[in-house]
């Protein structure tokens, strides 16, 4: 075997996501890329840029916004879009809440990760997208790890994990009525560390929180939680100044910080290689409610 | 690192998903709240023991009822090697799911269950496995602490599956005897097996030798979309993104477009919008030609002095996956890549009996699940390889237009 023809699994994966990228921009009439200001979107743009090179990307940024982003997130969306040159659409939760007279999910840590997806399934409609395309990783969750890379929705954007069309070899079928919707997972099949030696093989920008940096937080159930203008203190709540990094960019309500010294990607992969908990348990506040929470959530037309 | 991706198949219970669970358990690749879930939900019985099947059946109905429903992906790797694992149900009903998760692997694990021997989905699963050209086969002989651990029953089942094995010419057949649920053969050696000589299966999957299956030879490039940027410093560029099937292409090379039949010179291979000088598969690349041609998607760019086959009518092998029948003489949609042309399935020839694994008559129509024989004519040109030439390039589906369904693998003969 002549090793100067050898792909590493670094590069398999990614040129299995570029093919995936460019299946998606042939066969659908409007696609969308959903990004949210992580890691695995902000991966997701950058092989979305290889993929289309030297073309633009051929279709838009969506972003749902839950109005409890970080800040730091918010700015380096905007950052990227405008250097990309890339339409970004953006969709308020809040707006949502408003016109359908939501009711906004109460407590101390007020997720509205539940209320995204009428946000999402509206803004589907708002502008006719037949597919969209999420950075979803299989190794993340039970209920992901069973979902195909096109994975069809019907119009209610549901989920039907009992009938999921065959799927075979890199063949993706992406045919369907008008009405319904493919979600499309490019990386489904790079686990979390894939992204960071990625990011780090491609010298890829990340925002700021996900390096260690100091902050004020309160501790809930183990984990370690921002303060911040939408979650505040108790009186039981000792707030502590803590070095801490993210290891996931959700909502500031649902997310929690990992107290950590790594300021450079060198040290955080260190520390993602050393760890015992996997990234949902380490950061989400969210996903402990009962085990299908996540393929419940699907079911009812989430990412 | 080298990448193995790999299946379980074999027929309901026999252990496939306690026997994934037992593997990332074993060799550590469970971290410490996916365990705390997994005995959450296990607390409920009464030895105390967990039901490692749940680590992969993440879905309710699946936990509900004890089976898996479809393929589950589980990442783990090793200081030796990267694994991707495809979890697949055993259930007939499923079938079209094991093939969904069998199609992109290059090893396949088959559980018997050691009191059970071989069974009628141990064959139709070998079946698929010896029509998708699995390189790498391991007979799991799961459930050894439930026959005593006895060597004549593992060796009487080492003996029937060779029969199947020659009958469907699989080759590289390992035998290894395990107990899933006590972990005996998976990460470490039994001691309760000790007339078993060979390795723990995952030692066997880390020293597996994979000949790297990538054909560098005969260059393949389908187009899959056309970028044009159309601004004014890239006026006239014109670039055919597509995944390198096979073969090398370099600057200079002369190539044909096929279908069309049309010749012209490689002016520039790009990676990322880079000129990288060649490319080969699989990468994903964009090629320029010197010439201006009408190029569309579904296009194929070969070497000029190495053709693969056109032509507008196909012998083929097909899976059939859907619940309505294949009917001859019915029209669908034949997905090959990023070409899809309309095909009639013009003639079955027969069957491949599950039980016999004999060539057979077929009586009415083809129902799910059967593997037939069949001639199809295409509306417009294929250009292809066969299955057994080029995997990626000899293999396609169809699709049912009126639903949207996949309803077909097929492999071109
Ligand atoms: N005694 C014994 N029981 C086992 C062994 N392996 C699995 N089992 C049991 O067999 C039953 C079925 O196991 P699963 O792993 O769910 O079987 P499966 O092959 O994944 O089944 P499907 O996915 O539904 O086809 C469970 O009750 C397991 O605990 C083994 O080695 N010995
Ligand atoms: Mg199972």
Redesign the pocket.
Known sequence: MNNSHHLNYLEQLESESIHIFREVAAQFEKPALLFSGGKDSITLVHLARKAFAPGRIPFPLVHIDTGHNFPEALDFRDAMASQLGATLVVRKVQDTIRQRSLTEPKGKFPSRNWLQTYTLLDTIEEFGFDCCIGGARRDEEKARAKERIFSVRDEFGQWNPKLQRPELWNIYNGKIHKGENVRVFPISNWTELDIWNYIRKENIDLPSIYFAHERKVIQHEGQLVAISEFVQPDEQDLVMTKKVRYRTVGDMTCTAAVESTAETLEEVINEIVATRISERGETRIDDKVTEAAMEDRKKNGYF | MDLLRFI?A??????????I?RLLYDSKNILIDQLEALEKSTKNRTDGSV???LLT?GLRAEREQ???IDVAYRYFSTPKRKFIIA?????VQYTRNMITGASNASLIII?IDARQGVVEQTRRHSIIASLLRIKHVVVAV?????VEFSQDVFNDIVIDYNQVAAQLGLKNITYIP?????G?NIVDKSERIAWYTGKPLLDFLEEVQLDDDVNLTDARFQVQFVIRPQTEELHDYRGYAGKVISGIYKKGDKVTVLPQGIDSTIASVEIAGEETGEVFAPQSAVLQLADDIDISRGDTIVKSDNRPQVSNELEVLLCWMDDKPLLTGNKYLLQHNSRVVRAIVKQVEYKIDVNTLQQQPVEGNVKLNEVVKATLKTAAPLVYDSYEKLSEYGSAILVDETSNSTVAAVLIK
Request: no cysteine.
């Open positions: 379980t074999g027929s309901v219970d026999d252990g496939k998903s306690t026997l669970g039901d490692l099947a059946d004890g089976i898996t979890d697949a149900p055993g259930h559980l799961n459930k050894m602490d439930l395990m107990s899933a649920l006590d005996d």
